[in-house]
Antibody, heavy 120, light 108 residues
Framework: EVQLVESGGGVVQPGGSLRLSCEASGFTFSSYSMNWVRQAPGKGLECLSFISSSSTSIHYADSVEGRFTISRDNAKNSVYLQMNSLRADDTAVYYC?????????????WGQGTLVIVSS | EIVLTQSPGTLSLSPGERATLSCRASQSVGRNFLAWYQQKPGQAPRLLISGASRRATAIPVRFSGGGSGTDFTLTISRLEPEDFAVYYCQQYAESPRTFGQGTKVEIK
């Protein structure tokens, strides 16, 4: 069974930093691309970042480019999101999500999410 | 960027009824790389349909997807109590991948 478990969310002041982690199990992690997607309270979904299986390809949404950094450690079956210069509009549930492995950018499994609140 | 517009915003139906949800793209979605997700309150999204019409693993046959180019639909043939949720379409043909704003299917 595919499982994705996020951690690291919490309350942070504007301008602060936070590092999210996602630990994967139930599949060969090193063979799949990974993503971070967020959902602001009561709002829709926004793809933030993508990292290929070997970290050779990385993409960011314009809204987080230059502030957020995605990385992964295949030996630890984990993907990370380093978030700097946080703003109030970064408040959201952050989901770790697996790429389908089909050579496209489809997301097939999601974690349960971790809540980030940016507030003074 | 491809903008996806879902309609209606809310669909009020009774169990057993048919639900038809629409997703319209601002430009053609390459290779019909259009997915549908279901999200229940407090839960993560679940993949229902990929490639516009291919059901994901373990998704019941009452869910079907159709369409191509710029116009896509998700049909739930007979609503079960567990189907009342928010549904999102997403294009994964090009970056940035974008979602529609969602259609809420609620109990009438």
């Amino acid at each position: 069974e595919v499982q994705l478990v996020e951690s690291g969310g919490g309350v942070v002041q504007p301008g602060g930093s936070l590092r999210l982690s996602c630990e994967a199990s139930g599949f060969t992690f090193s063979s799949y691309s990974m993503n971070w997607v967020r959902q602001a309270p009561g709002k829709g979904l926004e793809c933030l970042s993508f990292i290929s299986s070997s970290s050779t390809s990385i993409h960011y949404a314009d809204s987080v480019e230059g502030r957020f950094t995605i990385s992964r450690d295949n030996a630890k079956n984990s993907v990370y999101l380093q978030m700097n210069s946080l703003r109030a509009d970064d408040t959201a549930v952050y989901y770790c999500a697996r790429g389908s492995g089909g050579g496209d950018w489809l997301i097939d499994y999601w974690g349960q999410g971790t809540l980030v609140i940016v507030s003074s | 960027e491809i903008v996806l517009t879902q309609s209606p915003g809310t669909l009020s139906l009774s169990p057993g009824e048919r639900a038809t949800l629409s997703c319209r793209a601002s430009q053609s979605v390459g290779r019909n790389f259009l997915a549908w997700y279901q999200q229940k309150p407090g839960q993560a999204p679940r993949l229902l349909i990929s490639g516009a019409s291919r059901r994901a693993t373990a998704i019941p046959v009452r869910f079907s997807g159709g369409g191509s180019g710029t116009d896509f639909t998700l049909t739930i043939s007979r609503l079960e109590p567990e189907d009342f949720a928010v549904y999102y379409c997403q294009q994964y043909a090009e970056s940035p991948r974008t979602f529609g704003q969602g259609t809420k299917v609620e109990i009438k």
